[in-house]
């Protein structure tokens, strides 16, 4: 038969029982807490982290972009600048140019001279052609006496100014063949020397500001078929460079 005592030991043995279900599942709610607020706040971080970055990533590319544009825009007013310069030298030119050329032709009327010598303008170049009917006699390179007075005329009116120029010569293209010329080549680059040498020796301008080619029958300005275009061909040139 059951005693009373052993009732009370089975009644306390249940309430521990019941007791300790209820402090497990306790426990076990509150460690499944802790996991879920756990990973819902890595996941919160992470979110954050990952906004973060993508927004800094933006704020990078801005900053980039922007010093990018400031770069171009710099360089942009100074091309700019550049240009405008340009622009504004390309008109003093231009002035300086027109300006050279009343001058020549005035200096050419006054001397008689615009019949045997002719002024063009070319980009920014100022253009003297003289006939070599004034300057040489056929097949020669020595400077006539006429030619020495258009010359001296002509260096007087160069020494005013400080551009650079060339001498060049041209020929038609009827062949020569001397021992003193071989070719048109060598008379044309004889007559252009023999003009640059007066223009030095005898007038005393810088030979610093002074070049010189020879064309021989190259570069003809007229048909090389007709005597009258001939003539045009054979020819010294002066080119003022501005």
Not at 22 to 34: G, K, Q
Not at 81 to 107: A, G, H, Q, R
Not at 173 to 200: C, D, G, H, Y
Request: glycine share 2%.
């Amino acid at each position: 038969m059951k005693s009373h005592y052993d009732d009370n030991i089975e009644y306390e043995n249940d309430i521990s029982s019941h007791w300790m279900i209820t402090y497990s599942d306790m426990i076990t709610i509150i460690l499944c807490f802790f996991i879920i607020f756990f990973t819902f706040s890595a996941e919160e971080i992470s979110a954050l982290y990952t906004v973060k970055d993508s927004l800094m990533n933006k704020v990078n590319k801005l900053s980039d972009e922007n010093i990018k544009l400031s770069n171009e825009n710099t360089k942009l007013r100074k091309e700019k600048k550049s240009l405008s310069e340009e622009l504004f030298n390309i008109k003093n030119v231009e002035t300086d140019l027109n300006s050279s050329n009343e001058e020549f032709i005035s200096f050419l009327r006054n001397n008689n001279l615009l019949k045997d010598v002719s002024i063009s303008q070319k980009e920014n170049e100022l253009i003297i052609r003289f006939k070599n009917s004034i300057l040489f006699d056929s097949g020669s390179a020595e400077i006539t006496e006429k030619g020495y007075m258009v010359l001296d005329k002509i260096a007087d009116k160069l020494k005013l100014i400080d551009n650079d120029f060339v001498v060049e010569g041209f020929t038609d293209n009827v062949p020569i063949n001397t021992k003193q010329f071989p070719s048109n080549w060598e008379l044309s680059s004889s007559r252009a020397i023999n003009v640059v040498k007066f223009f030095i020796n005898e007038k005393s301008i810088d030979e610093n500001r002074i070049s010189f080619s020879g064309w021989g029958e190259r570069k003809p300005i007229a048909s090389n078929t007709t005597e009258e275009g001939r003539a045009k061909n054979r020819r010294i040139e002066i080119r003022i460079i501005n």
